[in-house]
C-alpha cells in the first residue's frame, strides 16, 4: 500500500479483522506490516509460542532520541453484546464511526498509519517509533518484550504518547493494577458430616471478608486527590465454588485485584494479602493436611506518575493545541511500563474510554481529524532533533 490513505480508511480495514486479545494475531499484524513497509523499518517481535506477535515500526535515524506512539492492537470479544450492527464492520451513523476498538484503540492506530507518509517525508531528526502490543485487555501482558526492545534502541527515546482514549486530553497519570487468583482445595464429603471434610467454599469466603476488611481500611489510607477515588482499591470480582447442596464443597475460585496510586507502598499491600492468604490457608489445613490455598499473579502494571509541569507533558499538550493542566486516568495503561522503562510517558488519544468494552462502541469522524492534526504537527516539528521541542521550548509556546 504505497498510496497515502485515510485514517477512517484505514480504521475500517482493522476493524475487518476482530483481533480479540489472547487469540492469535498474525492477521492484523500482517495488514498493519502491509501498510507500514513502504515508508518505515518494521521489526517484529514474536512470543516464545510464536502465535502472538507484536510490531515496532521506525522512521529516522534510530542513533538520535525520539518519540515513541503506542498501542494495542487487541481488542475485547463481543460475546453476549447486543449490537445494533457487525462489530466487525465500520458502520458510519451521524459522523460516528462504529465497531469493536474503534475508540479503544484502533482509532489511533489508524491515525497513527495515516500519518506514516508524512513522518517519512519529512527527513526527520526525531526519529519515530511505533509499538504496537497484544493481550492488552487482559493486563498487558503482551507488552514486556515490545517495551525492553524500545529501551534498547540505540538512543532511548526521550518521550512515549500512549494513544489511549482521553479525548485528546492530555493525562499524565494512572493507578498500577495487579490482580490475582485464589484457589482452594480441600476435602470433599456429607454435607452431614462436616468435621469429616475441609470446605473450600468457607474458605475462600473467610478470605474474602478479610480482603473487604483491607478494602475498607485503605479507603483511610495514602491519598492522592487527582484521582477518584483518591485511594487504592482492592475489589473481588467473582468467587465460585460448590455443587450439590448436601455435598463439602473441595475446591473454590476467587479473583481479586488492586488498584494502588502512584507513589504508594505497594510492596506492603502485597505483604498484606499474602499474610491473609496464609492465615486462610492455615485455617483450611488445620481440617485436611492434604488441603491447601494457591495464590496465583493473573496480571500486573504499574502506576504511571509523570510530573504535572514535565516539559514532555507540555510538549504533547502543544501538538494537540490543548494547554490545559495535565490530568488523571482511572483505567490503567502500559504507559507505566514505558515510564518504568526511562522513557517520559504520557496518555493522548482520540476516542471515549467510556465506550470501550460496550456494544455500539464508537469513535466520531471529528475525533480522528483532531489525532490527524496532532499527528501532522508532530510530521513538522520531528524535522528539528527531539531535544529542541520536547525539552526546550516554554510551556505556552
Known amino acids: 500500500m504505497s498510496r497515502q490513505v485515510s485514517s477512517e480508511e484505514i480504521l475500517e480495514k482493522l476493524i475487518s479483522i476482530s483481533s480479540i486479545t489472547d487469540t492469535p494475531n498474525e492477521e492484523v499484524v500482517a495488514a498493519v506490516a502491509a501498510i507500514a513497509a513502504p515508508f518505515a523499518r518494521v521489526r517484529r517481535l514474536p512470543n516464545a509460542g510464536g502465535e502472538k506477535t507484536a510490531l515496532l515500526i521506525s522512521i529516522g535515524p534510530e542513533d538520535r532520541p525520539g518519540i515513541v506512539l503506542s498501542a494495542h492492537t487487541d481488542v475485547v470479544a463481543v460475546a453476549g453484546q447486543a449490537w445494533t450492527s457487525d462489530p466487525f464492520r465500520l458502520a458510519a451513523r451521524d459522523g460516528r464511526l462504529y465497531g469493536r476498538g474503534t475508540s479503544d484503540m484502533k482509532g489511533f492506530v489508524a491515525c497513527v498509519l495515516a500519518a506514516l507518509p508524512a513522518f517519512a517525508a519529512a527527513d526527520p531528526q526525531t526519529p519515530v517509533h511505533v509499538a504496537l502490543s497484544y493481550d492488552e485487555e487482559i493486563g498487558c501482558k503482551g507488552a514486556g518484550d515490545l517495551v525492553a526492545a524500545v529501551a534498547a534502541l540505540p538512543a532511548r527515546p526521550l518521550l512515549c504518547i500512549v494513544g489511549e482514549p482521553t479525548g485528546m486530553k492530555v493525562k499524565r497519570a494512572h493507578k498500577g493494577k ?3 487468583r485464589a484457589t482452594a482445595l480441600g476435602r470433599t464429603g456429607h454435607s452431614a458430616l462436616p468435621h469429616q471434610a475441609a470446605n473450600a467454599v468457607t474458605t475462600l469466603a473467610r478470605f474474602a471478608a478479610r480482603l473487604a476488611d ?11 486527590g487527582s ?3 483518591p485511594y487504592a482499591t482492592l475489589h473481588i470480582g467473582s468467587l465460585h465454588g460448590g455443587g450439590a447442596l448436601n455435598v463439602v464443597p473441595d475446591r473454590a475460585v476467587m479473583e481479586f485485584e488492586l488498584r494502588t496510586i502512584p507513589g504508594g507502598d505497594t510492596a506492603a499491600l502485597f505483604r498484606r494479602i499474602e499474610a491473609l492468604a496464609d492465615e486462610a490457608r492455615a485455617i483450611l489445613k488445620a481440617q485436611a493436611p492434604e488441603a491447601d490455598l494457591l495464590l496465583e499473579e493473573l496480571s500486573a502494571y504499574p502506576a504511571l506518575a ?18 490545559a493542566p495535565s490530568g488523571t486516568i482511572a483505567f490503567g495503561t502500559e504507559a507505566g511500563l514505558y515510564a518504568q522503562a526511562g522513557i517520559p510517558t504520557l496518555v493522548c488519544g482520540p476516542g471515549d474510554i467510556a465506550r470501550a468494552h460496550k456494544a455500539d462502541e464508537w ?5 480522528l481529524a483532531q489525532c490527524d492534526a496532532m499527528l501532522a504537527r508532530l510530521a513538522d516539528i520531528i524535522r528539528r532533533p527531539a531535544a529542541d521541542w520536547i525539552r526546550s521550548e516554554p510551556r505556552g509556546a
Do not use: Y
Open 227 to 229: 484521582f477518584d477515588p
Open 178 to 180: 495487579t490482580g490475582w
Open 214 to 224: 483491607l478494602a475498607d481500611e485503605l479507603k483511610t489510607g495514602a491519598q492522592d
Open 306 to 323: 509523570t510530573a504535572p509541569d514535565a516539559p514532555e507533558a507540555a510538549a504533547v499538550a502543544r501538538l494537540t493545541g490543548d494547554n
Open 363 to 367: 469513535i466520531g469522524r471529528e475525533e
